[in-house]
């Protein structure tokens, strides 16, 4: 019996190193679009730089965090909610209960929801001091940067007007992620920046009427977009959004078609394959 005991223990252990090795984080950025139903969750890892952006309308983040991430790692090294709306913000409630955040990143927009209320609560038992960012701030992932570009310092609006706009560049490719910032701010956001071609949009406003504007679209370029969208009773994607996206040859991913959504970027080299996740992060600015 004890021969028994100590091969099922042996077989246990060496399953255990073998799942351990196999989710060891790579040198390559992975940018994932949870499948989180109408609304927005990305996790962008680097190495052992993790950072979740946005956490969707309910606890189904979870499962894009436990899928991607190591089962030993219960850390995220940075938090960034967009904007305190709940479609955005409720499942970071959940995310705080499981996980070990470092640091929690806002934009400069404030809701005195019951939701917002229950996340600040949640912040305040965790010791987590939230810190608002705006444009000109940047986070570091690994060894690459996510530069914040909207809103600037001093600016009022509706919550989606203030809704953080971050730009992730490397050589080996690059992300422009819109939030919830539609069109109503674009024109400014062009004046304010020198906003760069990029290999991939995420579709502002999980793919509204509104959500784009053309000269805004022209002046990015990018090759692919992602829109990150639900069962819903807007009409999202509009029939609008999706053409002006064919207009512009982009081609269009759906996370209510094609669930989660990643791509993987080689430490050099082009847009790279979607497909998996991993990391941790260690410098704010």
Avoid at 51 to 56: A, Y
Avoid at 64 to 81: G, S, Y
Wanted: aromatic letters at 8%.
């Amino acid at each position: 019996m004890s021969r028994k005991y100590f091969l099922i223990g042996l077989f246990l252990l060496v399953s255990i190193l073998w799942l351990m090795v196999w989710q060891m984080p790579d040198r390559r950025t992975h940018l994932i679009f949870c499948d989180v139903g109408q609304g927005d969750a990305i996790l962008l890892t680097q190495g052992k730089t993790q950072v979740l952006i946005d956490g969707g309308p309910d606890e189904k983040v979870l499962d894009c965090l436990a899928k991607n991430l190591p089962f030993w790692d219960r850390t995220l090294e940075v938090v960034a909610l967009t904007h305190p709306e709940a479609d955005h913000l409720t499942g970071l409630i959940s995310v705080l209960e499981k996980y070990r955040v470092k640091y929690f990143l806002t934009g400069p927009g404030e809701n005195d929801s019951d939701v917002s209320t229950a996340l600040a609560f949640k912040l305040q038992t965790q010791n987590l001091k939230p810190i608002r960012l705006t444009a000109g701030s940047f986070i570091k992932v690994g060894g690459e940067v996510l530069k914040v570009l909207w809103p600037p310092k001093g600016r009022f609006g509706q919550l989606n007007e203030l809704s953080l706009v971050l730009l992730w560049q490397s050589e080996s490719g690059s992300a422009l992620l819109m939030g919830d910032a539609d069109s109503k701010i674009q024109d400014d956001l062009l004046l304010l920046e020198e906003i760069p071609r990029v290999d991939l949009l995420k579709f502002p406003h999980h793919g509204s009427k509104t959500g784009l504007r053309e000269d805004f679209l022209a002046a990015v370029k990018p090759k692919e977009a992602v829109i990150s969208v639900g069962k819903n009773s807007f009409g999202q994607p509009a029939i609008e959004a999706l053409d002006l996206l064919k207009k512009y040859k982009v081609k269009i991913h759906r996370t209510d078609q094609e669930g989660e959504i990643e791509y993987t970027f080689p430490p050099s080299g082009n847009l790279g394959s979607r497909s998996s996740f991993s990391g941790s992060a260690n410098s704010l600015r």
